[in-house]
Structure formats: C-alpha cells, structure tokens
C-alpha cells in the first residue's frame, strides 16, 4: 500500500474523531488520502477515504445520536479499526481489506431501517471522494472507474464543487465559439 | 462532409439538461455528422439503462440513435478493430505523460481516448471534424499541457513531470456543450422567452444549465460569452 504511514495516522485520528463524534474532523481526514489516491490511484487508499467520510455522515444522522448505546457502537467501530491498523503495521494487505470490510458489515448493524440509508451514506461519500479526485486533474472518466462509479454520478456534483480555476481556460473565449460557429455555418 | 466527435461528458450534460434536442436542430441546420465511439455508447446508454436513476437519458440517447441523429464510427465505413487500437495506442502514450517522480499518473480512460482515436484517423483522411467534451482533463492535455501540469502540482502539491513528447500528436480542436447552446441560441433555436425580453438572461440561463450538469467552464467565461451575447 502507498504511503501507509499516512493511512496509520489518518486511522488513529478517526479513532478519536469517533468517540467524540467530531465529524468535521472525519471529513477533514477522508481528504487526506486524495492526493496519493489521485497519483498511485490505489484502492485501498480510496476505500479508506470512503469510509472514513462515511462514518463522519453517519455519526451526523439524527438516529445515531439517538442511539443509547454511542460509546458501545463507537466502540466496537474503533474496535474494527484497530484491527484494520495491526494489518496495515504488518503489512498483511488481505487482512487489512477483511478488517475494513468487517468495518462496513458492523455500520450495516446500526439497524434495519438505517441500512437503506448506509448503502446511500456509502455511494454518496464515493461522489464526494471522485469530485475531489476530478478536481486534482484526474479525467471524469478515469475517476468514475475508481470509485466504481459512473460518469452519470459525478458529472453533476464534479462541476458544481470544481472551482475551475484560471488554468483551466486553455482556449480564448472567442476563439472556441469562432470553431462551434464556423462547423455549423 | 464534417463530423463532430463527442464524448459520453457532453451528451450526459445535454441530456440531463433537456437539451438534447438542441442536438436534432442543429444538425438539421448544417452537412454534418454526428458520431459516438462504441465505448462511449456504453457509457450513455448501455450501462445507465441498467441503473433506474438514468434509465430514461439513456433511453433518450437510444432514440437519437434510433433516429440517426447520432451514429457510430461503423456508419463513416471505420473498422471498430482499427479504433480499438489506435485508442490503446492513445492511452498508452497519454497516461505517461504526466509523472510524480517515478509514478505515471492515468490521467484518461477509454472513452475519451476513443474520441481522440477517432479525430486521427479522420484527420488522416482529410475529414474536418470537431472534438465535443464538456470535461476538463482530456482537452486540457492536448491543448495546453502546461496548464494541466500546473492543475496537477498545485491539486497535488507534488512536483509533476511533464513529457510533452509522450502525448500523442493529434491535431484536436474542442468544443463543449456550452459552445453548442451558444450556437443554438444564435441561430434562433432557443424558443424561450424573458418577461422583459431580456435575451442575454436565456443565453445565460442557458449556459449555467451546461455547467451546472457537468460542463467545464468557469464563472467568468460565462459572464464573457453572455456579453458577447
């Protein structure tokens, strides 16, 4: 995995974030691994942002902080991500994708109702992550293949949130209407 | 005869803007030809038919299809093998040509790289055409790479390479959807109508729907081609 350092600290940071249920820092973390995400385009890397910006979502819904039992569920989630750390400290890939993915199946347990609504907490923070990713110059279409997206997803969001900045203009205004103009003369 | 090329980026944003008809009219009003790379076709149409949130765009695609409005490289006499395989060629050399240190970074995927297949062999054969793609990334590297090199270190705050000579010569003019409507509007396609017959708040409002499902363009070129008017 690249840069696991950072996905170690991003991790221990989560744990805190969790137990008191600090969301923007959760929201702050998952971005933390946009850049190596967007160069070495590792999945493990974007599955980390992903469920890290998803737990940040979660924790937000009315339901979870209904729930009595927070500081168990928080918890048995850190509990999850310790796991997911001595595989990362190992090195044992396997195991570290079989710890996030028992990360994930423990959000599913939050009740019944709320599954629904994890399953749209989890492909909206994959919206989130790939406009970021577009962002970072990275195509639409390359990005939705990373995410396991489609471009249908993300065009919408990825236009709204990009700042398109100067550079991006590489051609004068007038010039790119003259050629629209002049094909359809 | 004149071919625009488009990509799955343009036609997502037309059709999610309920433009796509803007597509029909235009090319009523010019020789052209409209033309979608089988990758592309799978993009807009095949896969979204299998998702119910964009099963009726896709639906809507099918029919210009249907209608002959868009067609594929098939229809211009070119061999779908000799696309496929100018399209590897062109992601090959495209995705190492941006580096971070050691690492080449994939910067495009297969549709987009069909596009760009496509104008070559076009090219090769001395038929004008134009490339439409409403997203950033592929019309930045082939018409300023420069640029797209200073997008990535300052997103990725990283030291970027550039190998100029990787990208793949391809003489590519781009429009974007914003481009289309403007067209439209000039021609008098566009039937809307302001209160206080104020046309520059349609060729805005217009332009805004582009951008705002999904075409790159920035606030202030907006504001410049309203004004243009």
């Known amino acids: ?126 919206i989130n992550k790939a406009s970021k990713i577009y962002e970072h110059g990275i195509s639409l279409e390359q990005t939705a293949k990373m995410l396991g997206l489609t471009i249908w997803d993300i065009s919408e969001y990825a236009a709204q949130k990009s700042e398109t900045p100067k550079i991006t203009a590489t051609v004068n205004v007038k010039q790119r209407l003259k050629q629209a103009m002049d094909f359809f003369k | 005869m004149k071919i625009l090329l488009f990509d799955s980026s343009t036609l997502i944003t037309l059709v999610m ?13 010019c020789k052209c030809e409209y033309i979608i790379p089988n990758s592309v076709k799978k993009e807009i149409i095949d896969r979204p038919l299998e998702i119910k949130r964009y099963e009726l765009d896709a ?92 997008l990535l270190q300052k997103k990725l705050h990283t030291n970027i390479i550039l190998k100029k000579d990787e990208i793949p010569k391809i003489n590519a003019k781009f429009i974007r959807s914003t481009e289309l409507v403007y067209v439209a509007y000039k021609k008098g396609m566009i039937k809307y109508r302001n209160p206080n017959n104020n046309k520059k708040q349609i060729l805005s409002a217009l332009l805004w729907a582009t951008k705002l499902k999904g075409a790159a363009i920035s606030p202030d070129e907006i504001k410049e081609i309203t004004r243009i008017g």
């Open chain 1, 1 to 126: 995995m690249k840069e696991s350092n950072n996905i170690i600290d991003i991790l221990k940071k989560t744990k805190r974030a969790i137990i008191e249920k600090d969301i923007t820092s959760l929201k702050e973390l998952s971005d933390r691994t946009i850049h190596t995400a967007s160069i070495y385009q590792d999945p493990d890397n974007i599955a980390i942002a992903v469920t890290v910006y998803s737990l940040g979502k979660i924790i937000q819904k009315k339901e979870t902080e209904k729930n009595k039992n927070w500081k168990k569920l928080a918890a048995n989630f850190n509990l999850f991500i310790d796991g997911i750390l001595l595989a990362l400290k190992k090195g044992d890939m396997e195991k570290f994708r079989k710890q996030l993915e028992y990360l994930r199946k423990e959000i599913n347990k939050l009740s019944p109702d709320f599954r629904k609504q994890v399953q749209e907490v989890f492909r909206k923070a994959s």
């Open chain 2, 59 to 150: 639906l809507k695609l099918q029919k210009l299809i249907d209608e002959g409005i868009l067609d594929l490289p098939e229809s211009l006499g070119v061999n779908r093998s000799e696309v496929e395989q100018k399209t590897k060629q062109i992601l090959n050399k495209a995705n190492h040509s941006f580096f971070s240190g050691k690492e080449p970074i994939n910067l495009i995927q297969e549709g987009e790289a069909a596009v760009l297949a496509l104008a070559e062999i076009l090219n090769a054969q001395k038929i004008k055409n134009l490339l439409c793609v409403d997203e950033r990334t592929t019309r930045m590297m082939f018409e300023k790479p420069e640029n797209l090199k200073k």
């Open chain 2, 17 to 29: 803007s309920g433009m796509e008809s803007t597509l029909k009219e235009l090319k009523g009003s």
